[in-house]
């Protein structure tokens, strides 16, 4: 069975630091991954996707970035976090489901940039 | 036109009432709308979904009601129960990127013994 792993569950971070978020995927081969960020009132907002190694789109300008080392690996970093990147980052991957395409989510990272 | 709007932000339901939520589109390349569940401290799960060729579909006490030409589709809960209380996400997705979940902003669903 497919199960993704998202580490680490709670981070709180200085302002001007380093970020580094991982995402790892397993039972599956070259699934297509998805990171968002969940503000409270905001929903869930796409900020990248990978449909494979070394591919990354990005959905809104910011202070992050994104990495696809590996087939079953998604980096979310960021050279200097400021405030506003405090929030709940879920990292996702998505399949079929009978005649559905469903994401799946990881367990979350709440960030806090103090 | 990539929105999809959800209402209400915030609903509370006495147990073994109706929770309704209702989430509303424009772009008419949508074609895929699922509904997701989110505990706290948890990411989001699938719930139940649709595609246009339904005006409905019910699982157990769940059921999507999907209106086309007024581009609206809803959640309802019926006999709702405290451990439906949850945040509710509904999405969309174009025929042509089924892989892009566009995601409403979310209810959050509080339900009282």
């Known amino acids: 069975s497919q199960t993704i792993h998202q580490w680490p569950a709670t981070l709180v971070q200085p302002v001007g630091s380093p970020l580094s978020l991982e995402c790892t995927v397993e039972?599956?081969?070259?699934?297509?991954l998805y990171w968002y960020r969940q503000a409270a009132g905001r929903g869930l907002q796409l900020l990248f996707y990978s449909v494979g190694i070394g591919q990354i789109s990005s959905e809104v300008p910011q202070n992050l970035s994104a990495s696809r080392p590996q087939d079953r690996q998604f980096i979310l970093s960021s050279k200097k976090l400021l405030l506003s990147d405090s929030g709940f980052y879920l990292c996702?991957?998505?399949?079929?489901?009978?005649?559905?395409?469903?994401?799946?989510f990881g367990q979350g990272t709440r960030l806090t940039v103090v | 036109q990539q929105q999809v709007k959800q209402s209400p932000q915030s609903l509370i339901v006495q147990k073994g009432g109706i929770s309704i939520i209702n989430c509303a589109y424009e772009?008419?390349?949508?074609?895929?709308f699922p509904w997701y569940q989110q505990f706290p401290g948890k990411g989001p799960a699938l719930l139940i979904a649709?595609?246009?060729?339904?005006s409905e579909k019910k699982e157990g006490r769940f059921t999507i009601s999907f209106n086309k030409s007024a581009k609206q589709f809803s959640l309802h809960i019926m006999d709702s129960q405290p451990g439906d209380s949850a945040t509710y996400f509904c999405a969309a997705s174009p025929y042509y990127n089924t892989d892009k979940l566009i995601f409403g902003t979310g209810t959050r669903l509080q339900v009282f013994p």
């Open positions: 649709i595609r246009p060729d339904v």
């Open positions: 039972g599956t081969s070259n699934p297509n």
């Open positions: 996702a991957w998505s399949g079929t489901h009978g005649q559905f395409i469903e994401a799946f």
């Open positions: 772009n008419t390349a949508f074609d895929y």
